[in-house]
């Protein structure tokens, strides 16, 4: 076996559909299989995807395993010679998969590789490539100063060495996880990709970014206005920290913690104050709601207009295909603030609609797809059914 691809999934069923249909064509040529392992989830997610992908290994967990740990059941089970963690909420280019393969093969000392990773409103997610968390690194980044953590010197449209690997999007070579160990089950979630990366640095093993996109929603499979993400965030931090650096003078590590609860406090105040200012009733006016722009076949964009009307969203549709979707893109003029272009997946390409929407130039656009036979439309927000 060449390749699992493996999924941690908790309550986010249509984003792992979607995920898996893209992966149905990024694996056409690859010897592989997949593996869903589901955090106890209360969506119905197995039961939803057995149904759907008879062909994906689902393990359903009792209970909320945490990230690392569901992971590693599914690498322990499984057989192959690299190993993909990939996050629910995303989908992969058609081709994405396949080169970043060949480039490992090309590649003996890489332990891992990840991707250039599109947030969906187009733009680049900085994480797609990051230093190492050093203690100085660290305090830079939490005062603003980010350059450094994110490796803002590197060329984005080259591969590169990196000491970090983002968990959304991480390829591993199995005999190096063989030599450094699995994830780091003391994480529960956020931190266990920057241990296991300085791990495969520190065993002799190359890190690599490559420029092959996949869209990453960024969010969806975590509730980050919740106390319990500012918890587990921080204090994934600190874990990683005492880990690599408690052995430093009190006088660095001292600052560093300082900074870390610090920042933790922040975090809090503003979710308690965003909180009450909802219970109070207060609108936030610069949250404009997004005009929906159907774009693909005659098909569907007769089912989205029902979905429209049925849940009263300001709407308009527009027939296009790979031969003139670019200059629509470029041409268009919104009618409001923001802009939700909702792009037939059976019209184009998971690679193309990232390519587009990396091309817009309409201010507050955001992306999102519909698939016909399923009829759903998903966004960053959402989903509408």
């Not at 998969?97 to 480039?103: D, G, L, N």
């Amino acid at each position: 076996m060449k390749l699992v691809v493996i999924i941690v999934s908790y309550n986010v069923k249509y984003y792992v559909e979607q995920c898996l249909d893209s992966l149905s064509r990024a694996l056409k040529n690859i010897d592989s299989e997949v593996y869903v392992v589901d955090n106890h989830s209360k969506d119905g997610t197995c039961e939803y995807l057995a149904r759907r992908f008879p062909g994906v290994h689902i393990v359903e967990s009792n209970h909320n395993l945490g990230f690392a740990r569901a992971n590693n059941i599914a690498i322990r089970q499984s057989e192959s010679e690299y190993v993909l963690l990939l996050n629910p909420d995303t989908f992969v280019g058609e081709h994405t998969i396949e080169e970043a393969v060949a480039f490992m093969d090309a590649h003996h000392n890489a332990g891992g590789v990840g991707v250039k990773m599109y947030n969906s409103d187009g733009t680049v997610a900085m994480e797609s490539r990051r230093g190492l968390p050093t203690p100085l690194v660290s305090l830079k980044k939490m005062l603003g100063f980010s350059e450094e953590y994110y490796m803002s010197s590197l060329p984005w449209d080259k591969p590169a060495q990196i000491d970090i690997i983002s968990g959304a999007f991480c390829l591993l070579r199995r005999k190096a996880l063989d030599k450094v160990g699995l994830l780091d089950e003391d994480f529960f979630m956020y931190g266990e990709d920057i241990d296991l990366s300085y791990r495969l640095k520190k065993g002799g093993f190359e890190n690599w970014y490559l420029p092959l996109p996949i869209l990453h929603y960024k969010g969806e499979s975590t509730h980050k206005s919740s106390f319990r993400y500012v918890h587990v965030f921080y204090q994934a931090m600190l874990i990683f920290f005492r880990k690599h650096y408690g052995h430093m003078s009190f006088f660095i590590t001292f600052p560093i913690k300082a900074a870390i609860y610090f920042r933790a406090m922040i975090a809090l105040v503003k979710m308690l104050w965003d909180r009450m200012r909802l219970s109070l009733g207060f609108y936030d006016g610069s949250k404009d709601i997004p005009g929906f722009v159907f774009i693909g076949s005659e098909a569907m964009n007769e089912e989205c207009m029902k979905i429209a009307r049925r849940k009263g969203l300001t709407a308009e549709c527009h027939v296009a295909d790979n031969e003139n979707v670019r200059k629509f893109i470029e041409d268009f003029q919104p009618k409001r603030q923001s802009v939700l272009f909702v792009f037939d997946i059976n019209t184009f390409e998971y690679r193309k609609v990232i390519e587009l929407m990396n091309a817009c130039k309409v201010r507050n656009a955001q992306l999102g797809l519909f698939s016909p036979a399923k009829k759903i439309i998903i966004t960053q927000f959402e989903i509408i059914l």
